[in-house]
């Protein structure tokens, strides 16, 4: 089983950057694909970026590449997503989760953490 937790969220203006992080507990997490996710008030949850094992793939949803990075330190157990050119409507809960193969569906996610708040203001 593995145990996730966000950090690194906050209130930010349009235009500037965050980087969240997530730590995984466990000796088992380089063996999880990792994903992002967020969810605004009253929408769906919304799939961001994955990464496989290794760090050799990654995906992202149209409405982030080109503005955020995911990427991983397997040493640190440690996922991460920089977000840089953010917008309001950016705004959300941010969530890691930890799949067992490289998926955009949430429902494929075994694992969760709590999530951590972006405010994004204008």
């Known amino acids: 089983q593995v145990q996730l937790v966000e950090s690194g969220g906050g209130l930010v203006q349009a235009g500037g950057s965050l980087r969240l992080s997530c730590a995984a507990s466990g000796r088992t997490f380089s063996s999880y694909v990792m994903g992002w996710f967020r969810q605004a008030p009253g929408k769906e949850r919304e799939f961001l970026a994955a990464?496989?094992?290794?760090?050799?793939?990654?995906y992202y949803a149209d409405s982030v590449k080109g503005r955020f990075t995911i990427s991983r330190d397997n040493a640190k157990n440690t996922v991460y997503l920089q977000m840089n050119s953010l917008k309001p409507e950016d705004t959300a809960i941010y969530y890691c989760a930890a799949a067992h193969y490289y998926t955009r569906i949430s429902d494929d996610y075994y694992y969760w953490g709590q999530g951590t708040q972006v405010t994004v203001s204008s």
């Open positions: 990464i496989s094992r290794s760090s050799i793939s990654t």
